[in-house]
Nanobody
Framework: QVQLVESGGGLVQAGGSLRLSCAASGRTFSIYRVGWFRQAPGKEREFVATIIWGGGSPYYTDSVKGRFTISKDNAKNTVYLQMNSLKPEDTAVYYC???????????????????WGQGTQVTVSA
């Protein structure tokens, strides 16, 4: 099993920044890719960004390109999501997810990930 713990959420004004962290523990050797998803009130959970566990091939949804950066600290088994130029529409619960190396499917699909964190709230005020 893999355990994921998110942190770093909070309340920020529009135009501000936050850095989310996703700390992985357990059978981390089985992780192939980590993704960030978000779910706004009344909406479905959606893909935000993903990175290969080794730290390569970052990929973003169009709405966050140029504003968000996903990265990996290999020594800490932690994936970060640096969020700049935040907008009120970025308000959501942000979830970290991990995908094993024996799983296939689109990196943007929730069903392609095996493990999920509990989520961290991000609120952006206008």
């Amino acid at each position: 099993q893999v355990q994921l713990v998110e942190s770093g959420g909070g309340l920020v004004q529009a135009g501000g920044s936050l850095r989310l962290s996703c700390a992985a523990s357990g059978r981390t050797f089985s992780i192939y890719r980590v993704g960030w998803f978000r779910q706004a009130p009344g909406k479905e959970r959606e893909f935000v960004a993903t990175i290969i566990w080794g730290g390569g091939s970052p990929y973003y949804t169009d709405s966050v390109k140029g504003r968000f950066t996903i990265s990996k600290d290999n020594a800490k088994n932690t994936v970060y999501l640096q969020m700049n130029s935040l907008k009120p529409e970025d308000t959501a619960v942000y979830y970290c997810a991990a995908r094993r190396n024996d799983v296939s499917g689109s990196v943007q699909q929730l069903s392609s990930y095996n493990y999920w964190g509990q989520g961290t709230q991000v609120t952006v005020s206008a």
